[in-house]
């Protein structure tokens, strides 16, 4: 399969994934596809650390390309269970807080397949920090089953309604396969530290 590299100044990668492990078929097939992806690109990936739901798939699939997969998981949750034996490194930290931070700390985009309430507290953790120009790095959302079809819906009904501007719209990008990710990363938008000068709505 022919190899598209991710853009230059894109090294590392955050992947944000549901723990579940309960989902139809078609997610976890996606999130292997990501895995690969990232793989065949180059670039290093950090994520949550769990060997469940598609965030093992995705970090299996990626492992076996070769890709250096960092996970980050709090002491509580490393687990028989819960977090995943085999990586290229496993971060034990404190606590979720300082997983998140450690997740987005010195990555240079973020990529997000389906999940629940972690996902969705994840996601909305880096949007935020996006706007205030805290990270600046693209946020690409991966529409396995439409399932982000919602999550978008609401930011937009946001912009509607005013509690965020259209500028911000240009903070996210929604890709339908695992295979326009990259893609995805080199056409982001750029974003400079700059936006939280248009972080608030003026009148
Ligand atoms: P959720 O989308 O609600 O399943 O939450 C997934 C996100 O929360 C992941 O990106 C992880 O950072 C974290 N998470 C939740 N549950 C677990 C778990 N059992 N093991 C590892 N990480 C988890």
Do not use: C
């Amino acid at each position: 399969m022919q190899t598209r590299l991710a853009p230059e100044n894109v090294k590392r990668v955050t992947v944000y994934a549901s723990s579940s492990n309960g989902l139809a078929e078609s997610y976890y097939d996606a999130a292997a596809r990501l895995g690969a992806v990232l793989g065949r690109a180059g670039v290093d990936i950090v994520f949550g650390g769990g060997g469940v739901g598609l965030m093992r798939s995705m970090a299996d699939s990626a492992l076996a390309q070769g890709a250096h997969v960092h996970g980050v998981i709090p002491g509580f949750l490393n687990t028989v269970e819960h977090g995943h034996k085999n990586l290229s490194r496993l971060e034990v930290v404190g606590d979720m807080r300082e997983r998140k931070h450690r997740m987005i700390e010195d990555s240079d985009a973020v990529v997000t397949l389906p999940g629940g309430s972690g996902t969705f507290e994840e996601v909305f953790e880096v949007m935020t920090l996006k706007r205030l120009g805290q990270f600046l790095g693209p946020i690409v959302m991966v529409n396995t089953n439409n399932y982000f079809d919602r999550f978008v819906d609401f930011l937009e009904h946001s912009v509607a309604e005013r509690f965020m501007s259209d500028l911000h719209m240009d903070m996210w990008s929604l890709v339908q396969e695992p295979e326009q990710v990259i893609e995805a990363l080199h056409s982001a938008k750029s974003w400079s530290r700059d936006a939280r000068k248009f972080a608030a709505v003026r009148n």
